[in-house]
């Protein structure tokens, strides 16, 4: 694929980002594009390599090295059908996503793998401006009709399949615009919120309907779903870890998506009561991930007067790790825009004590150094290092741990089991729940995931839905396209 010779003779290039001091003033991406040619070139740099371990390495199963020599060819439209044909949503993973394709990439073993992710971010970036993308809407309609819980990633896949096998959909949210965590979760400088809403007029015009401000199990009552033929949970994993620690309750700990969900909101206008702001404030972020990450860029747009990063796990390596060789997600340090952006971070360290004044607000934090001590066959121990306690002036603590999994409303109320992490149970591969017409697909069936994975699982539970309401299905297996998406 590509130009036989193009890994050889062209580098890697990425997108660049806009400079620091102007960026951090607002709330917009701030990537600058490369150009066509440029485009071109990462494309060409695809070395058509015997076995295309970046198939294995996408959950989709995206056909890249296909798209990425038509990109090379300058056969952008083709390049769009191929990629629409495995990924409903390329303009959220685009930009979002972690990119395991490019982690398993063959030529990544000796140089710098394919840009992949940026080449799929230009090839749907010039599909909508082009206008390839239209609604397509089936045929005939199959008189079945299926309820959709929850409008992330999993949910709008799950919709747009079951939609184009010519079932009546539904999808209910409950907040009060559509996109799941993608719409208040996910900072607006890392993806503006007018891409989903483009890509939900698509879908609406394909003949989906969306009802927001419906919390199915709180507001609607469960009872109602028994109209459809069959129910599709894709919730998320929304509970959120806490800390057992002294002083949690002070005023100043703040989850981190009570913090990001709030600024996304004013961005767009919208009255939050009490926000809770960065401003002049010593901030720590507690947690190493990509959420944890937005806070710090978060913090520094809300002009906080330090931001610092604690992480219990020790500082990965600047390279891959031996541990986790070619073709694996490898283990090795991650510093994102938001990090280049001003954060002091720091590793192997555990907070002791979040320390409130008289009046119960946030005043500092006590920490001590840990080490982690393998034994094998046995759980890692954490072990405090005795002299390593430090205070840590802090009025702002966001808690940036991740999540334990779905709340439980849904499952108590339909009846359904939950595994030993509290995810719905639902068989990989059939999606089927202990209620044979309610399906789970997502971050509620596997656990917080990406979101390529919460793609994959909505359109393969979308075909076992098919199967389940008609005995058979023509909605494409992983990987296999799917000549309807073009």
Not at 410 to 435: F, H, I, M, P
Not at 463 to 481: A, C, E, F
């Amino acid at each position: 694929m590509g130009k036989v010779t193009g890994f050889k003779e062209i580098e890697r290039k990425d997108e660049a980002y806009k400079p620091v001091k102007e960026r951090v003033e607002h709330y917009k991406e701030f990537t600058v594009p490369l150009n066509e040619k440029e485009i071109s070139d990462q494309g060409s740099r695809c070395m058509d390599c015997g076995i295309p371990f970046c198939h294995s390495g996408c959950p989709l199963g995206n056909l890249i090295p296909d798209f990425n020599h038509m990109v090379h060819q300058g056969e952008w439209q083709r390049a769009s059908w191929i990629l629409h044909s495995t990924n409903n949503f390329p303009e959220f993973t685009g930009r979002l996503c972690p990119a395991p394709c490019e982690k398993a990439c063959v030529l990544g073993i000796i140089d710098s793998p394919i840009s992949i992710e940026n080449i799929e971010k230009n090839i749907v970036e010039r599909a909508f401006k082009e206008g390839w993308i239209k609604p397509i809407i089936p045929k005939t309609r199959t008189g079945k009709s299926v309820a959709v819980v929850g409008s992330g990633p999993a949910g709008l896949a799950t919709a747009q399949q079951l939609n184009r096998a010519g079932h009546t959909v539904t999808v209910f949210e409950r907040d009060d615009a559509i996109g799941g965590l993608l719409r208040y979760g996910i900072p607006n400088f890392k993806m503006e919120k007018e891409i989903i809403d483009r890509r939900v007029d698509i879908l609406k015009a394909e003949g989906i309907t969306f009802k927001v401000n419906v919390n199915v199990g709180v507001n609607y009552d469960v009872e109602e779903l028994k109209a459809f033929d069959a129910v599709v949970l894709c919730g998320g994993a929304t509970e959120r870890r806490s800390l057992p620690t002294l002083g949690i309750e002070s005023d100043g700990v703040v989850q981190a998506m009570d913090f990001l969900t709030q600024q996304t909101k004013v961005v767009f206008g919208k009255k939050v009561k009490d926000q809770v702001l960065a401003t002049d404030k010593n901030v720590i972020v507690i947690g190493g991930g990509d959420t944890g990450s937005d806070c710090v860029g978060t913090s520094n747009r809300q002009g906080a007067k330090s931001v610092i990063n604690f992480e219990i796990m020790p500082k990965p390596p600047i390279s891959r790790s031996e541990s986790t060789p070619w073709p694996f997600w490898p283990l090795q340090l991650k510093t994102s825009s938001s990090h280049e952006e001003g954060v002091e971070r720091n590793w192997l360290i555990n907070t002791k004590e979040f320390v409130k004044d008289e009046e119960g607000k946030l005043t500092a934090l006590k920490t001590v150094q840990v080490e982690w001590k393998i034994v094998p066959g046995e759980r890692p121990q954490l072990i405090e290092i005795e002299g390593t306690e430090k205070t840590w002036p802090c009025e702002l603590a966001l808690l940036a741990l991740g999540f334990t999994g779905p709340e439980s409303t849904l499952a108590n109320k339909l009846g359904l089991e939950c595994d030993a992490r509290s995810n719905y149970k639902a068989v990989y591969g059939k999606y089927q729940t202990n209620v044979p017409n309610i399906f789970a697909a997502g971050d509620m069936r596997r656990g917080q995931s990406l979101i390529v994975w919460a793609i994959s699982e909505g359109r393969e539970a979308a075909r076992q839905v098919d199967i389940y309401l008609m005995g058979k299905s023509d909605l494409p297996t992983k990987g296999n396209g799917d000549i309807l998406s073009a």
